[in-house]
Structures are given as C-alpha cells and as structure tokens.
C-alpha cells in the first residue's frame, strides 16, 4: 500500500507540524495496520529549508503475506530488503534510498515560496520493479489569467515540470523501469472553453479597477430570465449558479476539457475517471459534496502509470472490480481536495520481461 500526500503539515505547517509525527506514530501503531509489519515513511518536514522543503510525505506499507520485498538504493545502485518499520523525516536529501527535487524557483516565478516538487522511490516485489514518484505540480494563481488563453499560462507550467519529472526518471543514470505517478497534478479544465460552454447565452460585464483599469472582476449574466447572475468571476472567485453540473454523473460532461494529460499520452497512461472533480471541496465539515466558489471544479489529484506498467496490472475477465480507480469520502470533508486511490493485483513473474529487472532480487 502506496500512500502520497502533498502539503503536509497543512497551510500553518510551521505550527502542525507537531502533529504529523503523532499522526504517523498513532497509523504505524494502530489496530488497522497490525498486518502490514513493514513499512517506510519519508516525511519532507524541514520547512526551514526553503530552498528544499516540499511538504511531501511518502508512506509505504508492506502485508505480512508479501514475502521477499526489496527496495532501490539510489546512491549505492542496488536493492535492499525491507525489513522493520522505519521513519525519515527533516533533511531526506540524504536518503539514499530515494530521489528528491524541488522544482527550480523560475518555473513559477509567481509564488515566492512554492513548495512544488516530487519524490521518488523504486521497489521490486516477486521480480517485479516499479518505480513509484509522489508528485505536487502548480496551481493556478488567477483564474482571471487562466481564462484568458487556451490552453493556459499555467497549463504551460505545469506541462514543464511534468515533462522535467519524466526525463528525470527515465534517464541514463538507472535502469529502466516502469511506473506509477500520483499527487495532486494541480490539472484543471481548460477555463476558456468551460466558461463558454457553462455560460453560452450570457452576456459579459467586466469590471475594471478604478486607479489601474486591470479588469478585476467578469460577471456573466442570462441575455434573458431577468439578467440572472450565472457566473462571477474574479482572482480567486469561481462562482457558478449551478454546482450540480460538476456532481451529475460525476461530471462526466466535463471531462471533454480534462486536456491537460493529452500532451503525454505517449509516456503517460489513466484508467477512466469516473469520480467527481477532486478540488476545491469545502472544508466546512457539515458540507462533504459542496465544493468552494474559489476554484472551477477540476481533476487535480490523479494516478497516472508509464505504459509498460499499465501491462503489469492483472485484469481479470471474471472481475471488473479487481481493478478500481476512485475517490474516497464522497460525502466527507476531507479538506479541500478528495483522496483518489487505485487498487490492483500484479500478475506474478509480470515484471520479468522487463528490462532484466528480474536480477534485482538476487543482490545483497
């Protein structure tokens, strides 16, 4: 069991982040887990170091019924067996057992102190190797500039860093291996077209700042029903009539601007979404399905495979449950993001074919 969180220790981590340690403690401990008897926590807690805090966490539980799991160290090229429950937390640049970077300060030169970045693990079970890469992509900063162009400034960012992060796995210093990427992609819908879709027979207002004239706020209204309000929009206002659209078969209609992905579809494969957006949800704990008027709905959080691991995944012709790509706590607050999750079984020897991964399980 694979676990990524993105910003932990939440938005005041300097005064949570206490509480994160009790909160790893307490899982690693807890009655829920008495069968998985190893497991690997890395905790990127050292916000201090702004120049390499990224606010990742990475859990891995290992069941009492796997036998022979080895992971990669990444400093002395070769795999080691887990054993135990361990814990690393503060500085992990000095982990050898995984691959950590906090994308370059330029890539979003909007936000001072992001925290974005990704981490990297690769493990082997039965002949099997994989690696698996926690990731935290860009945000959008203005939903008035991500309207603007299609696709967005921001689509453009993030497209960067994805395909920074791609290069970095795939390139000469290790071998090849397949794998599994998952954490909040921050991909949205492409605004420009969504607006127009949502707000096709509305007329626009744009209301401009009074000393600089920069448009501060579009207000959508029907051409008829008594000028009815459908849509405002400001900075960080996303403020639509009818939230039902997003929820309705799971927001199915909406999926057509999930473009984000479409760049990578040759080194990136998704299992068909069927879940409503995962973000931006309220984080009012009496209102589970309402989502916040800040943000359009959008996909943020997914699991997203190389191709060669989609083969890896056993589908049975018996079972189309035995592989399930959902969210968790629907009607739950959860914070503003629903976790997403995927659960499969790996064909045993599926990984032998594979770039020889199959000698991993024979070193020390």
Same mark, same amino acid.
């Given at each position: 069991m694979a676990l990524h969180c993105q910003e932990f220790g939440g938005k005041n981590y300097e005064a949570s982040m206490s509480h994160v340690d009790k909160f790893v403690k307490e899982l690693l401990s807890s009655d829920a887990m008495k069968d998985y008897n190893r497991?690997? %926590?890395?905790?990127?807690? /050292?916000? +201090?170091?702004?120049?390499? *805090?990224?606010?990742?966490?990475? &859990?891995?539980?290992?069941? @009492?019924?796997?036998? /022979?799991?080895?992971?990669?160290? &990444?400093?002395?090229?070769?795999?080691? =067996?887990?054993?135990?429950?361990?814990?690393?937390?503060? $500085?992990?640049?000095? $982990?050898?057992?995984?691959?950590? @970077?906090?994308?370059?300060?330029?890539?979003?030169? @909007?936000? +001072?102190w992001s925290r974005k970045g990704f981490i990297r693990t690769r493990w082997c079970i039965t002949d099997c190797a994989f690696d698996l890469v926690n990731i935290h992509l860009f945000h959008d900063a203005s939903n008035l500039i991500a309207w603007e162009t299609s696709p967005s400034v921001y689509s453009g960012i993030r497209h960067k860093a994805l395909g920074y992060v791609l290069d970095r796995i795939i390139d000469q210093r290790f071998e090849k291996v397949?794998?599994?990427? *998952?954490?909040? *992609?921050? *991909?949205?819908?492409?605004? =420009?077209?969504? %607006?127009? $879709?949502?707000?096709a027979k509305a007329t626009m207002q744009t209301i401009r700042a009074a000393d600089t004239n920069e448009v501060v706020k579009l207000i959508f209204r029907e051409s008829d029903n008594d000028r009815? %309000?459908?849509l405002q929009l400001e900075k960080k206002l996303f403020d639509y009539f009818n939230q039902d659209v997003f929820r309705d078969n799971n927001g199915t209609a909406l999926l057509e601007f999930d473009r984000e992905l479409s760049v990578f579809k040759d080194r990136l494969y998704e299992l068909d979404i069927s879940f409503p957006p995962s973000y931006p949800y309220s984080e009012d704990s009496s209102q589970g399905r309402q989502y916040m008027n800040t943000r359009c709905p959008a996909w943020c959080d997914r699991i997203l495979m190389s191709h060669s691991a989609k083969e890896l995944i056993l589908k049975s012709e018996n079972d189309e449950k035995i592989v399930i790509y959902d969210h968790i706590g629907p009607n739950v607050c959860m914070g503003d993001h629903k976790p997403v999750f995927l659960s499969f079984r790996i064909a045993a020897g599926a990984g032998k074919p594979i770039a020889n991964v199959h000698k991993c399980c024979v070193v020390q």
């Amino acid at each position: 069991m694979a676990l990524h969180c993105q910003e932990f220790g939440g938005k005041n981590y300097e005064a949570s982040m206490s509480h994160v340690d009790k909160f790893v403690k307490e899982l690693l401990s807890s009655d829920a887990m008495k069968d998985y008897n190893r497991a690997r %926590v890395y905790l990127d807690e /050292n916000y +201090k170091s702004q120049e390499h *805090f990224t606010a990742l966490g990475s &859990f891995y539980f290992l069941h @009492e019924s796997l036998k /022979n799991i080895y992971q990669f160290d &990444f400093k002395a090229k070769k795999y080691k =067996k887990v054993t135990g429950k361990e814990i690393y937390s503060d $500085t992990l640049e000095s $982990t050898p057992m995984l691959e950590k @970077e906090k994308f370059p300060q330029d890539y979003f030169p @909007e936000c +001072k102190w992001s925290r974005k970045g990704f981490i990297r693990t690769r493990w082997c079970i039965t002949d099997c190797a994989f690696d698996l890469v926690n990731i935290h992509l860009f945000h959008d900063a203005s939903n008035l500039i991500a309207w603007e162009t299609s696709p967005s400034v921001y689509s453009g960012i993030r497209h960067k860093a994805l395909g920074y992060v791609l290069d970095r796995i795939i390139d000469q210093r290790f071998e090849k291996v397949s794998y599994f990427v *998952f954490g909040d *992609f921050n *991909f949205r819908l492409d605004a =420009k077209a969504v %607006v127009e $879709t949502l707000c096709a027979k509305a007329t626009m207002q744009t209301i401009r700042a009074a000393d600089t004239n920069e448009v501060v706020k579009l207000i959508f209204r029907e051409s008829d029903n008594d000028r009815k %309000v459908m849509l405002q929009l400001e900075k960080k206002l996303f403020d639509y009539f009818n939230q039902d659209v997003f929820r309705d078969n799971n927001g199915t209609a909406l999926l057509e601007f999930d473009r984000e992905l479409s760049v990578f579809k040759d080194r990136l494969y998704e299992l068909d979404i069927s879940f409503p957006p995962s973000y931006p949800y309220s984080e009012d704990s009496s209102q589970g399905r309402q989502y916040m008027n800040t943000r359009c709905p959008a996909w943020c959080d997914r699991i997203l495979m190389s191709h060669s691991a989609k083969e890896l995944i056993l589908k049975s012709e018996n079972d189309e449950k035995i592989v399930i790509y959902d969210h968790i706590g629907p009607n739950v607050c959860m914070g503003d993001h629903k976790p997403v999750f995927l659960s499969f079984r790996i064909a045993a020897g599926a990984g032998k074919p594979i770039a020889n991964v199959h000698k991993c399980c024979v070193v020390q």
